[in-house]
């Protein structure tokens, strides 16, 4: 399992207290974590270029608080996001993968206006 993020490990830990022992537990799983990885660019990342997978899950996408969530700017960032996160997983896929994506269940995440 590879598990990333967007931001740096250290961006992360002035963020969150639990970061450093949530990554060691991840990696005394096993799992290697990769920081500074953009969901649109991924497929072209140094490491996960060479790998192909049968899933790849994205939780709760989400582009941060620049407006109102239910701001149509934010409604369009985050398809944008999502958008751009597909078509670069699909270029990552084993024959026969999946694509899994989780979201907020409130709004505007279940808005009919965040479809794609």
């Known amino acids: 399992m590879i598990a990333t993020s967007l931001e ?9 207290r639990k970061t450093s022992s949530n990554i060691m537990k991840l990696e005394n799983l096993n799992c290697t974590v990769i920081h500074k990885v953009n969901a649109h660019t991924m497929s ?9 997978f049968n899933r790849i899950v994205y939780n709760f996408p989400h582009v941060g608080f620049s407006h109102d969530e239910n701001s149509i700017e934010m409604i369009k960032k985050q398809q944008y996001l999502v958008m751009g996160f597909l078509q670069n997983a699909k270029l990552m896929l084993e024959k026969d993968g999946e694509i899994h994506v989780t979201h907020k269940k409130d709004p505007p995440f279940l808005s009919e206006k965040l479809l794609i």
């Open 8 to 16: 740096s490990r250290v961006s992360l830990s002035n963020k969150y």
């Open 44 to 52: 072209k990342h140094y490491i996960l270029s060479r790998k192909r």
